[in-house]
């Protein structure tokens, strides 16, 4: 990075806040990836003004800026592919603004750690559902970038149905404000639905205005134990187009059941071929055990060979960590993970996993898969053992091809939460049409026409 540009954002930021040595350099280089590329420099900017100033700096001179949350993704959104600049909000717009409780919102800062604001709708009764596993080290900003997912989404829904507003900051520095504090908004196009899940690609989230929703009294957990993974994914779809409505439908496959116990001996049942995770919720307990009733029934009905409730909170604790503790577990049979978070429609779920475990016998991969079934969402794991041997990572790479072409054929997704990013870029053109890799050029094009915000990602 030329000396001037460094002297223009110390002299702007402060040396606090501008870094341009070796060390911050390497800090910031990587994300959960695990890839590492060398940014020229790491800024933290104070407020919504400094971004401005650098982005218009930045548009003017050329030089690429990456948003980074808390570098928890698993695509590789957050890398300086090509160098720029690393603009970091967890030093300063780390603030929760205000929480409305006249109309349940809450305006934050993007640097805000999901956790935290959990935490303190919770002290005013009040509950922001979505819970990425990574919510401990996972930014509100980074979250509404990837549109994040997490365990309560079968019946709370993801990051996009709690943004009602937006202000961003574009390329040329110029402030938009999207959508509004209220229920309803039709006006004009739905920019802040354009800027939900662009992966930093298109401005710079500088405050979100999130919804609230009251919350919930009580909880239980409980587990389905199912001989094979087919009849699990059966009892999915079954229970819930049957009316029940858990908060979470969670799964792992005997894969991840023995990786999780071999690490933390949990008690889960490692013969199981697979177990379901359903939390219920709401404020009546007379309510949850009917609910809970329907599963056992809809569960031993696809052929369970138990429905086991936990005892109390301690079990259930234990049954929650065993899930949130699998991607780390399941390194036990590789040291390359190549790990997709594909979707989709419920119905077709015991179609992909009875075509993953095609996939693992023809290629010889052990292929762990566990993941948020209640919305069709499975995390699947291409185990390569041995990361120096180029072969079978090439070929670990043709297996992950043919997983996500079965995707599609089942009307699938690419991503369900995790985003394109670097990682998956390859694989957009199995999901799109050229038109509509023209459409998302133009876009980015329209926002960004220097192409200087987090470019060369999402394969446009
Ligand atoms: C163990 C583990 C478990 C995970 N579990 C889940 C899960 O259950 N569900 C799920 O959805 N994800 C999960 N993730 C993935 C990851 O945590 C999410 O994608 C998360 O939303 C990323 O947030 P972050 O703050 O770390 O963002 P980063 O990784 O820093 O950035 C992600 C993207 O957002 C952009 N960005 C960040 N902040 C801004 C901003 N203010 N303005 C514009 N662009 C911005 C970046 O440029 C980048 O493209 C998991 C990750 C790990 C490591």
């Known amino acids: 990075m030329k000396h001037e540009f460094q002297s223009y954002f110390k ?46 700096f930045c548009n003017e001179k050329q030089i690429i800026i ?5 570098g928890s993704g698993f695509t590789g959104g957050a890398l300086a592919v090509n160098g720029g600049l690393i603009l970091s909000f967890e030093k300063h717009m780390n603030k929760i603004i205000e929480i409305d409780l006249e109309n349940l919102v809450a305006v934050v800062q993007p640097g805000v ?3 935290h604001l959990q935490k303190e709708a919770a002290k ?11 919510m401990e080290y996972s930014s509100l900003g980074g979250n509404v970038s990837e549109n994040a997912g997490g365990m309560r989404a079968a019946k709370y829904g993801i990051t996009k149905d709690y943004v009602m507003a937006l202000r961003a900051v574009l390329p040329n520095g110029e402030i938009i404000r999207a959508g509004k504090r209220t229920i309803k908004d039709v006006a004009g196009y739905n920019l802040a639905g354009i800027l939900i899940a662009s992966e930093g690609s298109l401005a710079v989230l500088s405050e979100l205005t999130l919804k609230l929703i009251a919350l919930p009294q009580y909880k239980k957990t409980a587990m389905g134990i199912f001989p094979d993974v087919k009849t699990a994914m059966y009892a999915v779809y079954k229970s819930l187009a049957g009316g029940v409505n858990p908060v979470s439908m969670e799964f792992l496959d005997n894969l991840s059941i023995r990786a999780v116990e071999a690490k933390f001996n949990k008690g889960l049942p490692v013969e199981a071929g697979a ?117 079978a990572v090439q070929r670990g790479y043709e297996a992950v091809e043919e997983i996500f ?56």
């Open 405 to 460: 072409k079965l995707t599609i054929e089942l009307g699938g997704t690419l991503s369900g939460e995790h985003g394109i990013g670097l990682s998956k870029a390859p694989f957009m053109k199995l999901a799109f049409t050229e038109a509509e890799m023209n459409l998302m050029r133009n876009i980015k094009k329209a926002f960004d026409p220097n192409n200087i915000l987090n470019p060369f990602k999402m394969g446009l």
């Open 275 to 391: 177990i379901l995770i359903v939390d219920v919720d709401g404020n009546l307990v007379e309510a949850l055990e009917e609910d809970l009733k329907k599963l056992e029934k809809y569960f031993l009905e696809a052929g369970a060979l138990k429905f086991q409730k936990a005892k109390d909170e301690k079990e259930a604790a234990d049954i929650w960590f065993a899930r949130r503790n699998c991607s780390q577990s399941i390194a036990m049979y590789g040291t390359l993970k190549l790990n997709e978070d594909i979707t989709v429609p419920r119905s077709k779920l015991p179609h992909l996993l009875e075509g993953i475990e095609k996939v693992s016998q023809k290629y010889g991969f052990k292929i762990p898969c566990f993941g948020h079934t209640g919305d069709g969402n499975v995390h699947t794991n291409v185990m390569v053992e041995d990361k120096n041997d180029s072969l």
């Open 113 to 115: 750690i999901n956790i």
């Open 124 to 134: 005013h009764g009040l509950f922001y559902p979505p819970d990425p596993a990574s």
């Open 66 to 70: 990456i948003p980074r949350g808390c």
């Open 11 to 56: 002299k702007l930021l402060g040396d606090e806040n501008a870094y341009f040595d070796e060390i911050h350099k390497r800090a910031y280089s990587y994300d959960a990836t695990k890839k590492h590329y060398l940014p020229d420099g790491v800024l933290f900017p104070r407020n919504e003004e400094d971004i401005v100033a650098i982005l218009r």
